[in-house]
């Protein structure tokens, strides 16, 4: 499902999430001050425009409230990112992730209200970009670059199947390596073993095949 989002801070963490979520499909408006970041991404994003995020009349005039989800990657300026974020949340934005140079910077945004607060050295933009991406998608690990491991909330497309009947293995090279029902994990699950809606799957396979099974699930 193709998604639009407004990342505001072009430096290395939000050109790399950019280029992530444009990868896998989705539109993206990319802002930032700097002339020159913003000419780097021209070629890249669906839409890259220089501007002044800290004014709540040039975030409305970019559109800002369009957006389902808009994320702040402002990097060393810490007031243009508070400001950013309130701004955001005052006009009513629905959802705002915000990057955070450090502890006391996190506990900011997240008491104006940002809706996820992100820390350069956890959560890297390629990683973030790939659970923006998907509505199922929980965590995941990258364990080479072949592989990951995931976990995804099992569609409702898979309630009530066997893991016989859904033949994940042979139809898209993944395998569920377990299946978590409320508090409960059942590890290595059996060919009879049913799948429910609200379940997490525990999945390894290569982030291609995870996704193309994630977008046949989706199909109505």
């Given amino acids: 499902m193709k998604k639009q989002f407004m990342v505001i ?3 290395r963490f939000g050109s790399s999430l950019t280029r992530t979520l444009i990868e896998n499909g989705h539109e993206v408006l ?3 001050k700097n002339e020159q970041l913003v000419q780097d991404m021209a070629s890249i994003a669906t839409h890259a425009l220089q501007a002044d995020c800290t004014d709540e009349l040039v975030l409305r005039e ?3 409230t369009n957006f389902s989800h808009a994320i702040v990657a402002i990097g060393d300026d810490l007031q243009a990112s508070i400001l950013t974020t309130l701004l955001l949340k005052d006009m009513k934005v629905p959802k705002v992730t915000a990057k955070a140079k450090n502890e006391p ?3 900011v945004l997240s008491k104006i ?3 996820h607060v992100i820390y350069p050295e956890r959560d890297m933009g390629v990683r973030l970009g790939n659970q923006l991406s998907s509505d199922n998608l929980i965590d995941y690990i990258e364990l080479s670059p072949e592989y990951n491991l995931s976990e995804i909330l099992a569609p409702p497309a898979m309630n009530g199947y066997s ?3 859904l033949n994940i293995r042979a139809r898209y090279g993944c395998t569920i390596m377990a299946i978590k029902t409320g508090e409960s994990i059942n ?3 059996l060919a009879d073993d049913q799948i429910h809606t609200g379940d997490i799957l525990l999945i390894i396979g290569s982030y291609e095949d995870i996704r193309e099974l994630e977008n ?3 199909r109505p």
Avoid: M
């Fill in 9 to 11: 801070g072009l430096g």
């Fill in 30 to 32: 990319a802002v930032d």
């Fill in 62 to 64: 970019l559109g800002a």
């Fill in 105 to 107: 910077h996190g506990k």
């Fill in 113 to 115: 209200g940002a809706d």
């Fill in 163 to 165: 893991l016989k009947q």
């Fill in 187 to 189: 590890i290595s699950p």
């Fill in 216 to 218: 046949d699930y989706e």
